[in-house]
């Protein structure tokens, strides 16, 4: 395990000092990919719950959101069956078919995980023995990511150097991610159970973040986005870039609010 890999700054103590909001923070990846495990999942899917229990395992890994980042991604097209579950979007559901459309996914279903853009089954074969250092990891050196927040303008801010060549059309991703749900299920597959769910995607919203050869930063500054309150303990800011005719990620960079 790489020391140093994503190496994420808080700046609490200097927000404090300063003035500043409290999740002040600034976030780098390194030039190596980092390693992103997406599930695909729904309150209202009687399989999902182990899958995300096992998701949670991996919130005590020291590594977390350094070397790793998870995303719990709610679809809703499991809606019918009798319950809302309340963090899917057909943003999230688009985001899985899209995978499928490229070939990233064979098909679309629930559980269902990619871990560095691919499609991942060990856990349907290992289940919660899989622990975070023997998931697949990317080697591929892909530039650096950085997000500062806030900046001087009270916004966030982000530049990526790319190391693999020109990249055209970027697509900038934001997402925050909250931990420590809960949800009473009422109706459905999974009626009369509580859930408990963590790195949900709670909001996730695209931004077109332009072109650059290897070796050439990029940057760009959004305004501050809402964090939502959906009862969760604590909240985490998530970014990645990826071209903007594929959902495949290039890289991302993970960090506690």
Avoid at 17 to 26: C, T, Y
Avoid at 170 to 184: D, F, P, R, S, Y
Wanted: proline content about 5%.
């Amino acid at each position: 395990m790489k020391i140093g890999r994503g190496i994420f700054f808080v700046t609490l103590f200097i927000s404090i000092l300063l003035g500043l909001p409290a999740h002040a923070l600034e976030l780098r990846s390194e030039k190596d990919a980092t390693t992103i495990i997406e599930l695909y999942t729904s309150e209202g899917c009687s399989s999902c719950p182990s899958a995300d229990a096992w998701l949670s395992s991996l919130a005590n890994d020291p590594a977390i959101f350094s070397r790793f980042i998870p995303l719990a991604f709610h679809v809703d097209y499991w809606n019918q069956l009798g319950w809302q579950d309340r963090f899917s979007t057909s943003m999230n559901s688009h985001r899985q078919r899209e995978l499928s459309r490229v070939g990233v996914l064979s098909q679309v279903y629930t559980p269902g995980f990619v871990i560095n853009n691919r499609e991942w089954r060990g856990w349907f074969t290992r289940g919660r023995s899989v622990t975070a250092d023997k998931l697949p990891q990317s080697e591929k050196q892909v530039g650096t990511l950085t997000a500062q927040w806030p900046d001087n303008t009270q916004s966030l801010s982000f530049s990526y150097t790319p190391n693999i060549g020109d990249v055209k059309d970027l697509q900038l991703h934001v997402a925050i991610v909250g931990m420590g749900l809960k949800t009473n299920v009422r109706r459905g597959e999974n009626r009369g159970r509580v859930l408990r769910h963590d790195f949900v995607v709670l909001s996730y919203t695209q931004y077109p973040f332009g072109s650059s050869k290897s070796g050439q930063t990029i940057r760009k500054s959004i305004a501050e986005p809402k964090i939502p309150d959906e009862g969760q303990s604590r909240s985490a800011l998530v970014v990645w870039v990826s071209e903007s005719s594929s959902p495949e990620i290039i890289q991302a960079v993970a960090g506690y609010l």
